[in-house]
């Protein structure tokens, strides 16, 4: 299975947000065959976002890129994913809050009631309209309901307290026409049902509100306007609005002539607080905005103290010159804290002069910053770089008048790497990730290691082992999108060499698959797939990588490999038509190892996700298709012996082909596994969960006591009788002949 690749906007409200989560073990149906289930916890994930509960300082939900929103009821000690829901839209469309891209969460002082905001990014709009969504939990996040902001891209939501009222801040797309109609500032009672503010004499159409703030019975907005409404940089200006009631809003204020450090033009706020102290006196962020995006690591901080009519760049920044100023917050005695990239400042003089106070013990940037509301000598980050991320906090004899500490990890539990392949053989684990690298543990998944940095961009579509020697396995990835690395390690993931001279596939280029010879190991194969061109090659090599050599060239997008465990000769090839659809068959068929391949013409205008052979009965073939089918043939695929839909057994209108149809969350599912043990077949639906078969595909039935997150990975380890699951909140692992679900705690 080819996982997309994909590019997001991400919001840049760094008003600190909420999420919730219910427990992700509980008891596993008959159809799964038992076993145990736990969390091989890689104990790190991108946080962009933290917020401690008003009236429970030791709880805390921190929103993650792409792995959901988490929470933690120790101060940080230990988190667990949140229990999501899928909801249907009315045009069949499903939603998960598990893989959602989220751009702002808050949630009220207890904690209860929390919403996520969700931008537009295409698909998951309502037909005719370009709407956001607004996921609303009442109940602590075990059960989500949603509503419909009518803005293209939602930045933000705060919830004001003490009342109901529930706002976000977002923008229209001028390039769709829609400025003159759509509002940036968007109230709610309910969260479900949204209005458009007003805003009285406003002269700008080209608005983006991307944070909100409270104080002094005034509620603030900011972000940038476009003063000419043709979406260029240099004609955008910071904005700042009053109102008192959140419905009809006032521009108070624009900022214009000012530079950053690197002489970049100051053109947007994305964070403003309140000065408790002294509400008229309020700090802000801001810097260079721009239409794809926000350059945050060069703003500068603004104060106020007329409660926002005028604004002034402070003339000591704190550590100037340096970039990556990303967050701010103001505790109730009006110290002000400030981190820039990965140290934190505060300054006790209104920003006069500034203090080093704190840094991250492993130097990962901060990109998200909480004080807890009881006790403000506690702080805690959401940082990440590119191998390490999580949670941090200041220690126990933290004191603001302390000097320098140095503040270590609190990531206990929270997971966030996107696992997008597995292999394993005796204690030996290798999960590729996409963005990581590739994660080994030599202990059964007890302990975890960071390693393939030799990958530029740690990408990683697919990792295979050495039948016979653990230490021996390959990664394969598309580092930058352009072209395609193999690389191969001997010692168990410390030093992986390269392994791609004659991998010629070059453009928007992704590794669907990567396997290894049954029997002679030093002859792999490897699946690459151009999502723009929709072109596909299978490469094979004898040398254990060291030369690549075309196998085939295919006119659809490769996206799985499959080679026959009894008589390796046999393979299969499959590939993804795209949307349009393609008068071939896109299963493909070789009986001498790739020397030739045979055109399987069942399954024309359709498209492969993954291609299994039965490792009990390799004549049964299974093929995973997106139009939400599995096909299996029961005489090496001579004929087509079985269809079943997955949409009957999920109960939706599932589809990921065709025009207007989609894969939730981005998802490509339909991952196999094949569990020899129990003769159970899995596969992995994205975030629609893990499916399993006890009967070759006739019937299905949910696996439930995984976390709900995206499923993107299945492997079954016949030595161990282990089956390994890989998704957006790590590595999870069954085994044994218990029915819980339980989660091991890790450290890397």
Not at 535 to 562: C, K, M, N, P, R
Request: net charge negative.
């Amino acid at each position: 299975m080819v996982a997309s690749r994909r590019l997001y906007l991400l919001g840049s409200s760094f008003v600190l947000a909420a999420g919730l989560l219910a427990a992700a073990f509980g008891v596993l149906g008959a159809a799964g065959g038992g076993g145990s289930w736990h969390n091989a916890d890689l104990d790190a994930s991108e946080v962009f976002q933290l917020v401690t509960a008003q009236v429970s300082p030791t709880v805390l939900y921190a929103r993650t890129n792409g792995a959901g929103i988490w929470k933690s009821s120790d101060g940080a000690a230990t988190w667990q994913v949140t229990n999501v829901a899928v909801v249907t839209d009315v045009n069949q469309e499903e939603f998960g809050i598990d893989y959602l891209y989220t751009s702002g969460v808050d949630a009220s002082a207890d904690g209860q009631v929390v919403f996520a905001a969700r931008p537009w990014l295409g698909v998951f709009s309502r037909p005719g309209n370009f709407n956001s969504i607004v996921w609303r939990s009442r109940d602590g996040g075990s059960s989500w309901d949603h509503g419909w902001v009518p803005t293209s891209s939602l930045r933000t939501v705060a919830v004001i307290s003490p009342s109901s009222l529930v706002l976000a801040g977002g923008r229209c797309i001028d390039r769709l026409d829609l400025c003159d109609i759509l509002s940036p500032i968007f109230y709610s009672t309910d969260g479900l049902t949204w209005q458009g503010a007003l805003r009285a004499g406003d002269p700008y159409t080209n608005v983006s509100v991307v944070a909100f703030a409270q104080g002094a019975g005034l509620l603030y907005a900011a972000g940038t306007a476009d003063t000419i409404g043709d979406n260029f940089d240099a004609d955008m200006v910071p904005v700042f609005y009053t109102s008192t009631n959140g419905i009809t809003w006032t521009l108070v204020t624009t900022v214009t002539g000012y530079t950053d450090d690197n002489g970049n033009p100051i053109n947007g706020f994305w964070q403003v607080a309140v000065d408790p102290s002294s509400p008229s006196r309020l700090f802000g962020l801001a810097g260079l905005l721009y239409n794809a995006g926000w350059d945050l690591g060069s703003g500068s901080v603004f104060s106020s103290t007329d409660g926002g009519a005028s604004w002034q760049q402070l003339a000591n920044q704190p550590n100037p010159g340096d970039t990556g100023r990303y967050n701010l917050v103001i505790d109730s005695q009006g110290r002000v804290y400030v981190t820039v990239s990965a140290r934190l400042f505060r300054s006790t003089d209104q920003g006069t002069s500034w203090t080093l106070v704190g840094r991250t013990s492993d130097k990962t940037f901060i990109h998200a910053l909480a004080l807890d509301p009881n006790s403000e000598s506690v702080l805690y980050f959401g940082s990440y770089d590119s191998w390490s991320a999580g949670v941090y906090k200041t220690p126990a004899a933290y004191q603001v008048s302390a000097a320098t500490h140095q503040f270590a990890p609190a990531n206990r539990g929270l997971r966030g790497y996107l696992v997008a392949d597995l292999a394993a053989l005796s204690n030996t684990i290798y999960a590729a990730s996409h963005g990581q690298g590739v994660l080994v543990s030599s202990d059964a998944g007890q302990s975890w290691s960071a390693t393939g940095q030799d990958l530029p961009n740690q990408w990683v579509d697919a990792v295979a082992v050495h039948p016979a020697n653990p230490n021996l396995a390959y990664l394969a990835g598309a580092p930058d999108g352009n072209r395609v690395e193999v690389l191969r390690t001997t010692d168990g993931g410390q030093i992986w060499e390269p392994r791609s001279q004659g991998l010629t596939a070059t453009g928007n280029v992704q590794v669907g698959e990567l396997v290894i010879h049954p029997t002679t190991p030093d002859t792999l194969y490897v699946a690459v797939g151009d999502w723009t061109a929709s072109s596909g090659t299978v490469y094979s090599t004898t040398d254990a990588g060291q030369h690549w050599a075309v196998a085939l060239a295919l006119t659809v997008t490769a996206s799985s490999l499959a080679i026959n465990p009894l008589t390796p000769s046999i393979l299969y090839a499959g590939g993804d038509c795209g949307n349009a659809g393609c008068a071939d068959s896109p299963l493909w068929k070789s009986t001498d190892g790739g020397s030739s391949w045979t055109k399987l013409d069942q399954m024309p205008g359709a498209c492969v996700r993954d291609v299994l052979v039965n490792p009990i009965t390799p004549t049964q073939v299974f093929v995973t298709e997106c139009g939400g089918w599995l096909l299996r043939s029961d005489d090496d695929w001579q004929t087509e012996g079985l269809r079943t839909s997955f949409s009957q057994t999920l109960g939706i209108a599932y589809s990921c082909y065709g025009p207007g149809t989609m894969c939730l969350g981005g998802d490509w599912p339909g991952k196999l596994a094949y569990d020899t043990r129990q003769h159970n077949l899995y596969v992995a639906m994205g975030a629609y969960g893990l499916l399993v078969s006890p009967d070759d595909g006739v019937t299905w039935s949910k696996v439930p006591s995984l976390p709900t997150v995206s499923q993107r990975s299945v492997f079954y380890q016949p030595e161990a009788d282990r089956l390994w699951v890989g998704n957006t909140a790590g590595v999870w692992w069954q085994t044994g002949t218990q029915n819980m679900f339980v989660p091991v705690v890790l450290r890397q």
